[in-house]
């Protein structure tokens, strides 16, 4: 009786320490965006804007938004074709549906299947965290867009979007 | 000796990347212009900065120029319509400008198809170049 007991206790305690452990490794995690990263990735999309993580669009976004460079949001941002590959190879590994982190996995629920976004914004996982955010924030000449995320996510290059790191400037 | 002494200094700062300086680009774009037009004598600096301050149509149907990311001065920072920081332009604010061909190239690419609708010329390019180096 004392020794099954002992067993049953031990049991429990192992494993709720694992449970424990391991749902907290996920709950930190899972806030943080996948820190995966590509130098070619870093080099060429952060020239222009942030290097917004791959976790943040779907597959299909990322091929569509890579097979149109040349007019990129009305920019001309072609890359040689060996580049644009690697880069593309990356973002689709890394993707939105295929990170498993809980909010990259939110962000690729929320858009219809037939639905091929290119802009993170017209999510509807962002507008839905964005609507308390009226018009003239956007404006605001530190904020500028809604491209600029680390105006106000002043950890987003780090893939941290917590709510306790936002700071909306004034 | 002045000119061996850089060549000599570069690739310690500039890595193992095909380092040039922006002396060097700017006579391999007056080779190009030799060939291109018969007429060619010599880039002018003057009509850099002309090519630079010029106002163009841009495709949302607003003004666009160079200053307009680069800002007025070349020496200062610029910003990207996506509100990123463009380090300086002019090599004398930025020595890391105009000393790396493949960089060179891609961004005449893109930018002179933004600005202008389509490719710069070698003398365009030279004329930029010049002004761009004159900017102390």
């Not at chain 2, 149509?57 to 319509?81: F, Q």
């Amino acid at each position: 009786m004392k020794r099954p007991m002992q067993i049953a206790v031990l049991v429990f305690t192992v494993g709720a320490t694992g449970g424990l452990l391991a749902s907290g490794g996920e709950k930190e995690g899972s806030k943080i965006l996948t820190q995966a990263s590509n130098a070619k990735w870093q080099a060429e999309c952060a020239s222009c804007h942030m290097a917004y993580q791959p976790g943040l669009l779907p597959e299909r976004s990322w091929r569509k938004l890579m097979a149109g460079l040349d007019k990129h949001f009305g920019e001309n941002a072609s890359l040689d074709p060996a580049t644009a590959e690697e880069i593309t190879r990356f973002l689709a590994a890394n993707s939105a549906d295929r990170s498993g982190n809980r909010r990259s996995a939110r962000i690729a629920a929320s858009i219809p299947a037939a639905a091929v976004p290119l802009r993170i914004s017209e999510t509807a996982y962002f507008r839905r965290k964005h609507d308390e955010i009226a018009s003239d924030i956007w404006r605001r000449a530190k904020v500028g867009s809604p491209a600029n995320c680390q105006a106000c996510h002043q950890a987003a290059e780090k893939g941290d979007y917590s709510e306790r790191n936002v700071k909306i400037p004034r | 000796m002045r000119k061996t002494s850089i060549l000599f200094a570069l690739p310690l700062w500039a890595g193992l990347s095909a380092a040039a300086a922006p002396e060097q680009i700017l006579r391999d774009l007056e080779a190009e212009a030799r060939r291109d037009s018969q007429t060619f004598t010599a880039f002018s600096a003057v009509r850099g900065e002309q090519f630079y301050r010029t106002e163009r149509a841009g495709v949302d149907g607003g003004k666009i120029s160079c200053a307009s990311c680069h800002t007025a001065d070349p020496r200062a920072l610029g910003k990207t319509r996506a509100h990123k920081e463009i380090l300086p332009l002019a090599p004398g604010a930025n020595r890391e400008r105009f000393t790396d061909p493949a960089k060179v190239d891609k961004w005449f690419r893109r930018n002179c198809n933004d600005v202008l609708g389509r490719a710069c010329t070698a003398v365009e390019k030279g004329d930029f170049l010049a002004w761009l180096l004159s900017v102390k």
